[in-house]
């Protein structure tokens, strides 16, 4: 018991909010403070993904011009994932499909798939082991088709500026299934502006397109906002740890993100310099963007079998120097 408090939330804890208003009007969010320095908000209604993330009150992430937006207004045509981009600090992209609209074995699949865009079925949290846990699970499952459901569980220790996430994935359904899966990590201002330094621990760097192959050797150099900017993507190869670091040296601090590159053998660099379209996306996951049709013609397409499930895990790491 600390005396000189009245509730335990004068120094960490989590609040629920719902939002008044707007496309967003009635979505639930979580809001975690961890008690040094670290705050999450967890939108509930888009996968329990991370929507905002500030460290000792400076802002971390890109939050798009959508702003929020309720999965009501999520058009899965083509590339109109788009209009419901809020982007936030992770957009989880997937389970059916990642990257680029086609069409694999007669589906036709849409930008990045639905996953980000579904609610979560439920949610809880609770305090363990010094530790702030959340857990919640999103379906994306369909009659005549595929049946997949992921299982997220965040673990926020207290007092110390770094999370995890778990996500399990498993095919509930009777027959094989192909599943995808890309974490959208997003940098924003002011942590990120063309001063930021950014280390990528790869062996391989492979540009998406020409395009991007033209400034190859400025991957690593941000850039001021440019207007009529055309977005660069860079796919890294790592072998065993993946890791991935920004670090602003006007504000003395950075993040970083840590996973098993075995599992996520997927990692890209989307380097987006324009006007209030200014982000860098450090993405994980077990495939490119380039279509879930050229992921299973390059052999890198996953599969589960029917009851069979898969974890995968990022650690994310706030840092001052």
């Not at 460290?55 to 929020?68: A, E």
């Not at 639905?114 to 702030?132: K, M, Q, R, V």
């Not at 500026?161 to 027959?175: A, H, M, P, V």
């Amino acid at each position: 018991m600390n005396q000189y408090i009245g509730h335990y939330s004068q120094c960490y804890g989590i609040e629920e909010h719902r939002l008044v208003g707007g496309k967003g009007d009635g979505m639930r969010l979580l809001v975690i403070n961890n008690g040094s320095g670290l705050e999450a908000t967890i939108s509930l209604d888009r996968n329990a993904d991370i929507s905002r993330l500030r460290y000792k009150g400076m802002n971390m992430s890109y939050f798009s011009p959508c702003g929020y937006v309720a999965p009501a207004y999520y058009e899965s045509k083509g590339a109109d994932w788009l209009k419901s981009f809020t982007a936030g600090f992770l957009t989880t992209c997937g389970l059916q499909a990642v990257g680029s609209p086609c069409t694999d074995e007669g589906e036709e699949l849409p930008l990045h798939g639905s996953i980000a865009n579904t609610p979560t079925e439920y949610s809880f949290w609770y305090e363990e082991d010094g530790c702030l846990i959340v857990k919640a699970r999103t379906s994306d499952e369909t009659i005549f088709g595929r049946k997949l459901c992921l299982c997220r569980t965040y673990t926020f220790p207290i007092g110390k500026n770094e999370f995890t996430f778990s996500d399990t994935i498993k095919n509930t359904g009777d027959k094989k299934e192909p599943f995808e899966i890309l974490y959208h990590m997003n940098m924003g201002y002011p942590l990120l502006d063309e001063d930021s330094v950014v280390k990528i621990e790869s062996e391989e760097v492979t540009p998406r397109n020409k395009h991007a192959a033209e400034d190859i050797k400025n991957w690593m150099n941000m850039e001021k906002p440019t207007p009529g900017y055309e977005e660069r993507c860079y796919y890294h190869k790592m072998q065993e740890r993946g890791y991935a670091s920004i670090y602003q040296p006007k504000k003395n601090i950075g993040l970083a993100m840590e996973y098993d590159a075995k599992e996520l053998d997927g990692f890209v660099e989307w380097k987006m310099m324009g006007v209030r379209d200014y982000v860098l996306g450090l993405e994980c996951g077990n495939c490119y963007p380039d279509g879930r049709d050229v992921m299973r013609k390059t052999g890198m397409l996953k599969f589960l079998k029917s009851g069979e499930t898969k974890q995968y895990q990022v650690k994310i790491k706030c840092f001052e120097k």
